[in-house]
């Protein structure tokens, strides 16, 4: 069930390349799960909310890590604490987490943020993260999954940071050698269809991203081309989709 | 809620606020947030006899105060509806109204036949406006022989209240009115959205996949209750407005324009529960004022000067 609410922000601050917003909503915070996203909107321009994952929840406050890419993104930059915001969730279908030992994470760029609470929810399941960026700006401290993975691996494509190179590459090292029961990704799509191909008949749980201007449903702009049920809602079909549902060559 | 009922034909809406079609799917999602009994009806989904797929994505981009959308009319076809959504809708207490699509005008009176012969719609709204499915966005609603025609082979086909949904990318939208009303319809409900293009300067690709799309949300607001304003002065028979309506203030605007209801659209996009805060928001107004809805109705003044009623 999604409440539509006002939330008051607590925190704003850059952490690197990014910027990491709190802002407490308890009933959002209380049934969010992992892989679910909210809408946000902080004014009436930009018109339409923004969709982010949730990434954080502790104590009915939310918190979000996002890129400044436009608008929207401009305009929550510039919140400062205690200003309120419009917000809609928890969002989408989330991610499954009634899953076997050793699960593996493929985080690209901005797309770490769901892996947070994803994290802390498989701990016992000694899940592996690959955290990749363009540069190493583009990784965030990565102290809060030590104590909850097995093990971290990252990589830059400018080698300013772990393995030089895409982190689709040491992820598919990996999988020559050991069978995961699920890969979880979120990150560019280019990167999500590599993942899948590498995975074979691992199942996959990626996290699409698509513009949106409802984030609930009803207005049908957010779709991505599905096999079995042709165009499928990302914000209520998904974001969460399996990798061999997705039309590949179909999506832009 | 005495003072706000308003007639369509035979049907009686609790009140003027409706939610306006493709706005709110078919009424399952929006009915987390919005008690559809509680409002005056809702318009689901144009829908044509076969399910549609729709357009491939991009499928929306935001512009200054307003979006553009090419969704091309994805459904789940009028029977799937009949079958599938409607028992929900009817078990809420919601007044249903059904957007009839139709590639050719046989399609239309087919859908409209359906919809006729179903328990729980209550009246059909013709979409011979839609610009997204056929070339260059044509459509029967751009001419005033077409309109005539379509609408008295529909009316023919069902006896419950038919509201006809003009379009705003005509040269003379109080002519195309006035084909509707001559062609039997109990209503008409303006605008549809506005034809729009919007292009990445950085790629030179059109924001949405199929280049053209249809403008709605505050941004057309302007144009919508200039619209309602010539209509109401053409037709005798109720207008419905629909443009950008975030807000009670908004919504009075038509009314004084000379529309008897209203629909509220894009708004539900940024806000779930707008359509109750416009409703909440026209009755205080009305308590303030001291009046009931039917005496705010087409009261706009233009300046101080009294404008010839043409008709
Ligand atoms: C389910 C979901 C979860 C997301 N989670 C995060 C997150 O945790 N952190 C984060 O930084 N971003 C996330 N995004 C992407 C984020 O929503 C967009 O970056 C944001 O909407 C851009 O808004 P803007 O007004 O700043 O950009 P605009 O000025 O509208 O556009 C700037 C650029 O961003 C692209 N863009 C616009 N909307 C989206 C969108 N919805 N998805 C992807 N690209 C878009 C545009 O095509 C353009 O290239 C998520 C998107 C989805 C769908
Ligand atoms: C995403 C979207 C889908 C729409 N689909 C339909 C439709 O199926 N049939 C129709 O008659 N109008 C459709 N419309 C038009 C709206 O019902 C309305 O006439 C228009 O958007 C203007 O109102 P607004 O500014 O309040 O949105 C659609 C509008 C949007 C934004
Ligand atoms: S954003 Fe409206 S249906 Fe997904």
Known sequence: ?252 | MAGLEVSIGSLRLRNPVLLASGCVGYGEEIAQFVDLSALGGIVVKGLYMSPRIGNPPPRIWETPSGMLNSIGLQGIGIHRFVRERLPALRQGGATVIVNVCGETDEEYEQVTRVCDEADGIHATELNISCPNIQENGRCPGMSQEHTYSLISRVRKASSKPLIVKLSPNVTDVAAIATSAEQGGADAVSLINTVLGMSIDTETGETRTATGMGGLSGPAIRPIAVRMVYQVSHAVRIPVIGIGGICDARDAIEFFMAGASAVQVGTANFMNPVASMEVLAGIKSYLARKGKKLNEIIGTCQIGRVQESEPG
């Open chain 1, 1 to 252: 069930m999604a409440h539509y609410m006002r939330g008051m922000v607590t925190a704003v601050r850059p952490v690197k390349e990014y910027v990491r917003l709190s802002i407490k909503a308890e009933r959002i915070a209380e049934e969010m799960q992992p892989g679910q996203f909210a809408m946000i909107s902080a004014g009436t321009e930009p018109l339409l909310p923004r969709p982010f994952s949730i990434a954080h929840v502790d104590r009915g406050v939310l918190s979000f890590i996002f890129q400044d890419v436009g608008r929207g993104t401009g305009m929550l930059a510039s919140l400062r604490v205690g200003d309120s915001v419009r917000l809609l969730g928890p969002l989408g279908k989330p991610f499954r987490v009634d899953v076997g030992d050793r699960p593996v994470m493929v985080a690209g760029g901005r797309g770490i943020a769901p892996f947070f609470e994803l994290a802390r929810r498989l701990s016992g399941r000694s899940p592996l993260l690959f955290y990749g960026g363009r540069t190493q700006a583009q990784i965030i401290e990565t102290g809060f999954f030590v104590r909850l993975c097995s093990e971290i691996i990252v990589s830059t494509e400018d080698g300013g940071m772990g393995h030089k190179g895409f982190i689709t590459e040491p992820f598919a090292e990996y999988l020559a050698k050991s069978t995961p029961p699920v890969i979880y990704a979120c990150g560019p799509h280019a990167m999500l269809r590599r993942v899948a191909e590498i995975a074979g008949s691992v199942p996959t749980e990626l996290s699409m991203e698509a513009r949106m201007a409802c984030g609930y449903g009803i207005c049908i702009g957010c779709v991505i081309p599905t096999g079995r049920e042709g165009y499928r809602r990302v914000c209520l079909d998904g974001p969460v989709f399996s990798g061999d549902e997705i039309r590949w060559q179909d999506l832009k």
